[in-house]
């Protein structure tokens, strides 16, 4: 009989999602696809648009290229969702599925500080990275003040390379005078990965000239005085500010039932799925918790791992064939350095008591490695 798959949002958990669904249930089920976005870009390339190495055009596609994969597409707002029937209303339709997978990732919100999208500029967004792109090619004088707006954002390598690649170009400007601070919310790179990473991407960062200033929780930003103020009292000038925005839950999910205490989606660890029967979630829409203290981070390589587990689990489900499949929480991750370098990071995030990762110091062979998992991205999911 003729089952459909419902997967609400086109990001990379979804494409992925989509992608394996599809290769591997007949043509008499429906795989629908929903975004709010027509097209899908690949946030790991943003930071190569701020620099200059890519155009915004170069790491963007329409998701409409997945009809040509018999994937159906709905462009539109999801504005509620129903897991107890699981079932959704978009933009106005209620769409009703045997099987629901929600990688609705996680929303930016700068407004959470006083001043700070006017103040500054974000590389986490496709539009930013464009602008910054824009900013730097005029910027010779002055400090660039690099923030992280909370301790909790996407990717925790993404500021530690955002302050590399803004080096890299001030060398390569020869800009003397440009001065580049790091302030995070945040003790320390990367905490998750365990104190030998953190204290190796710090020396990574420190070697480099750059000001590092870990536990400082930005609370308002000057705009018209360009002033940065900080919990501690200490107060920041800056010429350029760069920012990596906090998060929040998407309105959708927190508005549902399916909304945890903080908000996040809680699901089995292994199995993704949630506590409505054939409802599950997977990437950043999640909270999985650590024993470490901390939740899993929020990067696509685990939105990526999840999305397989879940669309083996979904053909399972509908085929009665093979074994369930269990996400075992390994995880892998490039740091770009700057000057065609890029160090790489991997390990098992469920190791217990305490992630087991490994940092591979910056060689040309992991940037190389990062330049095709870009290309094989787009070959293989859009
Ligand atoms: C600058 C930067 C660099 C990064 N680099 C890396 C990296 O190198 N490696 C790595 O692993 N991770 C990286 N990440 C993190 C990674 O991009 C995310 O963790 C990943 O995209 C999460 O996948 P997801 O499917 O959960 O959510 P997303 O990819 O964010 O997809 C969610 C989708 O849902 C859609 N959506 C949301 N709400 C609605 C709604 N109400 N209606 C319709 N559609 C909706 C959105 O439009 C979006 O397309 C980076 C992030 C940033 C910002």
């Not at 930071?47 to 890519?54: D, E, I, P, T």
């Not at 009665?320 to 499949?325: D, I, L």
């Amino acid at each position: 009989m003729s089952q459909t798959v419902l997967v609400l949002g086109g990001g990379v958990g979804g494409l992925v999602a989509a992608n394996l669904l599809r290769r591997h249930l007949g043509s008499t089920h429906r795989i629908i696809l929903v975004d709010r976005e027509s097209s899908f870009s690949l946030a790991a390339s943003y930071l190569w648009v701020m620099s200059g190495a890519r155009r915004p055009e170069q790491v963007s596609r329409p998701l409409a290229r997945l009809k040509r994969k018999d994937i159906e597409v709905i462009h539109g707002e999801v504005e509620h969702i129903d897991p107890a029937q699981r079932a959704a209303v978009v933009a106005g339709v209620r769409i009703a599925a045997d099987h629901l997978v929600i990688a609705l990732g996680a929303d930016f919100n700068a407004h959470a500080v006083e001043g700070l999208s006017d103040g500054g500029l974000t590389f986490a967004t496709l539009d930013g990275a464009t602008r910054l792109r824009a900013a730097l090619s005029n910027f010779r004088k002055g400090r660039i003040l690099i923030l992280t707006a909370a301790p909790l954002y996407k990717c925790p390598a993404a500021p530690y390379e955002a302050a590399l690649l803004l080096e890299a170009h001030r060398r390569r400007i020869r800009g003397d005078q440009i001065r580049i601070d790091l302030h995070t919310a945040e003790p320390g790179p990367m905490g998750v990965a365990g104190p030998e990473v953190s204290a190796a991407v710090r020396a990574i960062v420190e070697s480099k000239s750059i000001g590092y200033h870990p536990d400082r929780q930005v609370v308002r930003v000057d705009p018209a005085e360009r002033v940065v103020e900080f919990r501690n009292g200490e107060k920041v000038q800056y010429e350029l500010l760069v920012y990596m925005p906090p998060l929040q839950v998407p309105r959708v999910v927190r508005e549902s039932i399916l909304a945890s205490a903080g908000g996040w989606i809680e699901v089995d660890r292994h199995t993704l799925q949630t506590r409505f029967s054939g409802v599950y979630a997977l990437g950043d829409v999640t909270s999985i918790p650590l024993s470490m203290g901390k939740p899993l981070p929020k990067a696509g390589v685990f939105a990526h791992g999840q999305a397989r587990v879940v669309a083996h689990n979904i053909v399972r489900a509908i085929t009665g064939t093979g074994r369930e499949a269990n996400f075992d929480g390994y995880g892998a991750c490039f740091v770009e350095a700057g000057g065609s370098t890029a160090g790489y990071g991997a390990g098992d995030f469920y190791a217990e008591p305490r992630p087991s990762v490994t940092l591979h110091r910056p060689s040309l062979l992991w940037h190389a490695g990062k330049v095709m998992f870009e290309k094989y991205w787009f070959w293989r999911w859009l």
